[in-house]
């Protein structure tokens, strides 16, 4: 007797099998699609995976200097992006930005559900999440000034940083002074608009004034001829009075990707914009670095030939906001200070300036300290084009849900319970449970579809999860573990 024991991966692991030797988008990135095109090109088996719906938008970094899987990067990539990512029997590689419908359906207690098991997995858990690895760290990041959340009660009133997972460097515990780097500041008046002195690299002579870049009038342009497709142009350097500022505004002829740093002595150049400029219209641009006495601007030419360039007129706004940080204390929480309800002004306009704390903490999952589960993280060595931040809260919205498993055996009553599409229950479906006596009244998605006996079909079993976990999850384990 001949006993032959077969294990089977999917059809994506198949790109474990394809190596990369180089690849990179440039600094800029590329779509998450011409990335995953770009990718499958690689391969050298006769039965290629091909590229089916690609559904997941963004634009990512990414270089590859050497040896690689396709497969790995992929799976990197997708850290970065989120989805699911799958092939079909077909070999036409799928990802998704979600699966499953939520076609209303539910399994209840005394109904159609005749047994219910449930488990919680614990093991991933993280409320705190701390990152290493990177280059610069999270609490290299000064943010504001933003307006925070403002709460009262009788004694005081509560400031809350905007950012969901955000907190800031420094705190030590409730009622003491705030850290040196954290400010509360009021604006007394409206600011005013400053134009600065403008001068070019290379800017056309013939009709065109570097100075009308930033002369308070939008009607006269400077600008550049023929800049070559892809091209940026020369350097516009506007000087302004040494004061304080906290905004940038820019008005161009036509919408290009614009390049913005502010300079000061102690600092140096910092961009504080790279993007869409617009077409005829205002951008703004808000930033920390008040202390400024220049700006540096460039315009990209993203059209496949040459074209003109123009800046109609960039200036900076004034600030005139007032430090009173020595009205605040540290809150309870390392996102909240407060200040007695006698000192807090309703009708003033606040906002806060910190530097970042070096972890990220899951607010909403927190209500006292024993809520704090701490993980520390390595940051891959892989380059996406994407912050450490951003990084973080796409690895702080998976880690901080415990994936819960219920397994239910349930009566296929299709017959007498019309509302329930038995037929529409499929793998990702989305489905509500409700058993009054245990609390539960959640809903999850489909993950496992079983008939126990085939001689009696009115019986069926279904495995529900509120994470979907699936062979790209354990190969991407598998390759976190591996290194």
């Given at each position: 007797?001949?006993?032959v ?8 692991s ?30 050298r ?13 963004g634009?990512?970094?990414v ?14 990539l997708q850290?970065?992006v ?14 998704l ?9 539910q ?7 005749m ?5 919680i ?6 409320t705190?999440l ?11 990041i ?13 004694s005081?009133?509560?400031f ?11 705190f030590?515990?409730?009622?003491d002074p705030?850290?040196?780097t ?6 007394t ?6 134009s ?6 290379d800017?056309d002579d ?7 870049a ?6 006269s342009?400077a600008w550049q ?18 004061t ?17 740093e ?16 617009g077409?005829?219209?205002w951008?703004y ?10 700006l540096?601007v ?21 600030s005139?906001?007032?430090d009173v ?9 390392e ?25 990220l903490?899951?607010?909403?999952k ?8 701490a ?22 919205d ?17 017959e007498?319970?019309a ?16 058993d009054?006596e ?5 809903s999850a ?10 001689q ?5 079993e ?5 994470r979907?976990?699936d ?13």
């Amino acid at each position: 007797m001949i006993k032959v024991d077969l294990t089977t991966n999917g059809l994506l692991s198949q790109l474990g099998e394809e190596v990369i030797a180089h690849y990179d988008t440039g600094p800029s990135g590329a779509a998450v699609a011409d990335i995953v095109n770009a990718l499958l090109g690689f391969q050298r088996k006769a039965t290629k995976i091909t590229v089916g719906t690609i559904s997941v938008t963004g634009t990512r970094a990414v270089q590859v200097t050497s040896a690689r899987t396709i497969l790995s990067v992929l799976l990197e990539l997708q850290e970065t992006v989120g989805g699911y990512l799958y092939v079909t029997p077909a070999r036409v590689l799928n990802w998704l930005a979600g699966i499953g419908e939520d076609k209303g359906q539910q399994i209840r207690y005394r109904k159609n559900l005749m047994g219910i098991e449930r488990s919680i997995n614990y093991q991933n858990l993280c409320t705190k999440l701390h990152l290493t690895g990177g280059i610069d760290g999270l609490d290299t990041i000064v943010v504001g000034p933003i307006a925070p959340t403002i709460t009262t009660d009788a004694s005081y009133a509560y400031f809350t940083l905007a950012e969901q997972y955000g907190a800031y460097l420094g705190f030590t515990a409730e009622g003491d002074p705030l850290p040196e780097t954290f400010k509360v500041w009021t604006e007394t008046s409206a600011p005013d608009w400053v134009s600065g002195v403008a001068s070019g690299v290379d800017w056309d002579d013939d009709g065109s004034d570097p100075t009308d870049a930033s002369d308070g009038d939008v009607e006269s342009s400077a600008w550049q001829w023929y800049v070559g497709a892809g091209n940026w142009t020369g350097t516009l350097a506007i000087t302004f009075a040494d004061t304080n500022y906290y905004k940038v505004k820019w008005h161009t002829h036509y919408d290009r990707t614009i390049k913005i740093e502010t300079y000061n002595p102690d600092d140096g150049y910092q961009t504080v914009y790279e993007g869409a400029s617009g077409a005829d219209t205002w951008g703004y641009q808000t930033f920390s670095n008040r202390r400024v006495t220049a700006l540096r601007v460039r315009i990209l030419n993203n059209k496949a030939w040459e074209i003109d360039i123009y800046v109609d007129e960039i200036q900076l706004e004034e600030s005139d906001l007032v430090d009173v940080s020595a009205d605040f204390v540290q809150g309870e929480w390392e996102n909240i200070v407060r200040c007695a309800i006698g000192v807090y002004d309703a009708g003033e306009s606040y906002t806060v300036e910190y530097t970042h704390a070096d972890y990220l903490m899951a607010w909403d999952k927190i209500t006292d300290a024993d809520d704090i589960v701490a993980r520390i993280v390595s940051l891959p060595s892989y380059t996406y084009g994407i912050s450490m931040l951003e990084y973080g809260k796409l690895l702080l919205d998976e880690l901080k849900e415990s994936e819960i498993t219920y397994s239910v055996n349930m009566a296929n009553l299709a017959e007498v319970d019309a509302k329930f599409s038995f037929d529409k229950l499929q793998l990702g479906s989305i489905v509500t449970i409700i058993d009054e006596e245990l609390g539960i009244d959640v809903s999850a998605r489909v993950v496992k579809i079983r008939f126990p006996d085939l001689q009696s079909p009115e019986r069926m079993e279904i495995e529900l999860s509120s994470r979907i976990r699936d062979i790209a999850d354990i190969i991407a384990n598998m390759n976190k573990l591996i290194g």
